[in-house]
């Protein structure tokens, strides 16, 4: 599968994923925005030699895994972009930090290794708890809630409309791909000498696409905002919820 | 150049935050002042092209190796640089949640390192300056990979900084800089040269979509337009310059001057030579470029026209037809 048909099947299989009937996609999209970011901040602020205490924020992502009834392989597939990064930041800790602070066996374990398994784990954990947002909440939930705390209606209208043309360009850039893979066979990448006219042709016909989405937009009534359709108030299990986890964060946190 | 949450503390990423929330609520202000409403949903289509064009390969000559567009400077070349910001900030939010491409936390700090230094130095710095007044596909080029390179190395030493700063890597910063900063320079290069090919596709083809691009290029003159001017060429040469003709000889008649004494060849005597000045004699209707027994300017400049004329219509005719012997042979 290309890179791109395979992009257009990821969204689309995070799209089928947001659209379950789970209790936990009926949580209002702020409150999981909010526990998502309280969370990240949470894991990214343990000491780096908090072996222990990061190890105990996993209880997180586990509890949404399970009672979310969310797929942990496919979680997995998603943490390979941010993993090389993670581990070339990461692996020179062992060796610039060599202080011993325990044994086992014949290994001496070093604060440069304690440090290193820290920061690969804060990265799995965040990679899944932005995962775990995005498997239970659409992305036209997330603008909306984006716009509850007041960011400007012209950015989310605009990245609304970014992620509702991207399967459409994926598609339509997938097929100017396959045309010429079927013309250039055995070819790795498109040749240096159609870069301009292959991405300068598919950019021609976006262009005219958002001619043409601005003049169905404008036959709709559009004059600048974007309305959203499902707007919902917080429930009291919204209220539970961001309840719970603020105080099992603080407490994992602080307390223990 | 994605960073991931666990790469930045907290207040590192608030920082980060707080600077790319000021660069777009700048950019939103002087976007809502354009006031143009097709800028928006534009913005929308542009930020899912970059989105699909950053997924194509481009094989990158001679290494066997590929790289893609840079997204900030292709975007700020054609919607301006607060338009091409605001895109950018909905392409990474895009990227992170649905790829796990940089994280959420890390969000200001990757919207700064990859958005601000492309759309803003790379228009102010590079594109404005080069491009934006006479634009040619010399100078796109030129802004292009400039723009690509000096964005991306800012972006690698602002990802150094942020890591150093968070506290993260025990990398000394001179190593984690000293490895950063060449391998973004190749791939600066390289994004530099794809985003320079589809500027300079757009430039040939539709220039008007550059943002604020002077293009001067050159209209193709009209037949009509041609031909008037051709023809006001030809009246002035054959009419009136052809008065100032020099009257001595030629290269061939000095030649011969050298030679004999004479530009005349003394051949005239012979018969087919005396035959052939003869029938000449009564045919040129303009001997020596004036009329017969009449030495007086009108008839140089008449010769001269209608020599003109006459070289004219024997090369049209010829054209014509060569060119509907070639049609004939076509269609059988």
């Known amino acids: 599968m290309s890179k791109l048909s395979g992009a257009y099947y990821e969204i689309h299989h995070m799209e089928q994923l947001a659209d379950r009937d789970q209790w936990v996609n009926h949580i209002h999209p702020l409150v999981k925005l909010v526990v998502t970011v309280f969370y990240i901040a949470t894991v990214v602020s343990v000491n780096k030699y908090d072996l222990a205490r990061v190890l105990i924020l996993g209880v997180y992502p586990i509890a949404v895994f399970i009672l979310g009834e969310i797929s942990f392989t496919d979680s997995v597939r998603r943490v390979r972009l941010i993993l090389p990064l993670v581990c070339i930041v990461g692996i020179f800790n062992p060796l610039f930090d060599r202080q011993v602070v325990a044994h086992i066996g014949n290994i001496s374990i070093t604060t440069g290794m304690i440090s290193m398994v820290t920061l690969i784990l804060k990265g799995v954990y965040t990679v899944f708890a932005t995962y775990l947002l995005i498997a239970a909440t659409t992305i036209e939930k997330i603008c909306y809630a984006m716009r509850l705390v007041h960011l400007p209606g012209i950015l989310v209208t605009q990245i609304l409309l970014t992620y509702r043309y991207i399967s459409v360009l994926l598609k339509e850039a997938n097929t100017i791909m396959q045309a010429y893979s079927l013309r250039a066979p055995h070819q790795k990448g498109v040749h240096f000498k159609v870069w301009g006219s292959l991405i300068g042709q598919l950019l021609l016909r976006s262009i005219d696409r958002a001619d043409n989405v601005y003049a169905s937009m404008s036959l709709r009534g559009y004059n600048g905002e974007f309305h959203g359709a499902g707007q919902e108030k917080c429930k009291g299990s919204d209220y539970g919820y961001l309840l719970i986890w603020a105080a099992v964060l603080v407490i994992l946190r602080y307390v223990i | ?332």
């Open chain 2, 1 to 332: 150049m994605h960073m991931a949450d666990a790469l930045i503390s907290p207040a590192v990423a608030g920082t980060m935050y707080v600077c790319s929330a000021v660069a777009a609520g700048y950019s939103i202000k002087k976007v809502r002042l354009e006031a143009d409403p097709k800028k928006v949903p534009v913005m929308g289509v542009m930020g899912a092209f970059v989105f699909a064009a950053q997924m194509i390969n481009f094989t990158i000559p001679g290494t066997g190796s590929s790289g893609h567009l840079c997204g900030g400077m292709l975007l700020t070349a054609l919607l301006g640089p607060y338009a091409a910001f605001l895109t950018m900030i909905g392409v990474l939010l895009i990227q992170c949640l649905m790829f796990a491409d940089g994280g959420l936390l890390a969000l200001g700090a990757n919207v700064w390192n990859m958005a601000f230094y492309g759309c803003f130095l790379g228009y102010f710095l590079l594109w404005k300056p080069m491009a934006s007044k006479n634009a040619s596909r010399g100078r796109i080029i030129a802004a292009s990979i400039l723009g690509s390179v000096i964005s991306l190395q800012f972006g690698a030493f602002s990802v150094s900084a942020e890591t150093l700063l968070s506290g993260i890597t025990e990398l000394p910063f001179i190593a984690f800089v000293g490895t950063m900063q060449p391998i973004h320079l190749a791939i600066g290069l390289v994004e530099g040269l794809i985003t320079a090919a589809v500027l300079v596709f757009v430039y040939e083809s539709r220039p008007e979509m550059l943002y604020q691009a002077q293009t001067q290029k050159k209209d193709r003159m009209s037949l009509k337009k041609t031909l008037v001017i051709l023809s006001a060429c030809f009246v002035v040469t054959a009419g009136v310059v052809s008065l100032f003709a020099s009257s001595h000889p030629d290269g061939l008649e000095w030649s011969i001057e050298r030679i004999t004494g004479s530009t005349e060849l003394d051949a005239a005597q012979q018969s087919v030579y005396h035959t052939s000045e003869k029938v000449q004699e009564h045919t040129a209707i303009l001997p020596d470029y004036a009329f017969k027994g009449d030495d007086s300017v009108l008839g140089t400049s008449v010769s001269g026209l209608v020599g003109s004329v006459v070289v004219l219509a024997v090369c049209a005719g010829a054209c014509w037809i060569f060119t509907n012997n070639k049609r004939k042979k076509a269609k059988v």
